[in-house]
């Protein structure tokens, strides 16, 4: 069963690595914040992230978004970690990523899927929890409905 909405961003303990740089509730605190959980082997997951790019570009520097992402392994094979950094660069993904092997942050977010987007206001607290591809136009709704962007 997936977080309750208004439920604070759990912390980020017990992670296997740390891509791109690392981060603690006091970087995030006042800032909008989207976690992605995603697999190295699930071909639905790298075709969303690209639009996760798309939102760290457009809303990251101007609106403040935080981006973090979660590698969730769905089997052995997914627990290697070249392989996971060689996609981590193939896609251009800058943010900073978990690599969750022992799925103790999958776990703290409740988490059973791939792809899965959870969104955090500045306040920490979840507004909006999205699992599957075809829920990318929806998280990029919540995302600009969050950050007070208007639609043109």
Known sequence: MPMKLRTEIPDFAGVTEWVNGQVDRAVLQGH?????????????CKEGLPFI????????????????????????????????????????LTHPIIIDNAHA?????Q?????????????LQLRHFQAGE???????QRIQKILGVKSE
């Not at 909008?32 to 639905?44: D, G, I, K, Y």
């Not at 899927?113 to 969104?119: C, D, G, H, K």
């Not at 075809?134 to 990029?140: E, S, T, W």
């Open 32 to 44: 909008p914040v989207l976690v992605h959980f995603w697999a190295v082997s699930c071909h639905l």
């Open 53 to 92: 790019n798309h939102w760290r570009d457009v809303y990251g520097e101007q609106y403040k978004l935080k981006i973090i992402g979660v590698h969730m392994p769905r089997s052995e094979k997914d627990t290697e970690i070249e392989p996971v950094k060689a996609t981590i660069k193939q896609y251009e």
């Open 105 to 109: 942050v999958t776990d703290a977010f």
């Open 111 to 123: 988490n059973e899927f791939v792809p899965a987007y959870y969104l955090f206001d500045d306040k």
């Open 134 to 140: 075809r829920g990318l136009q929806m998280v990029d």
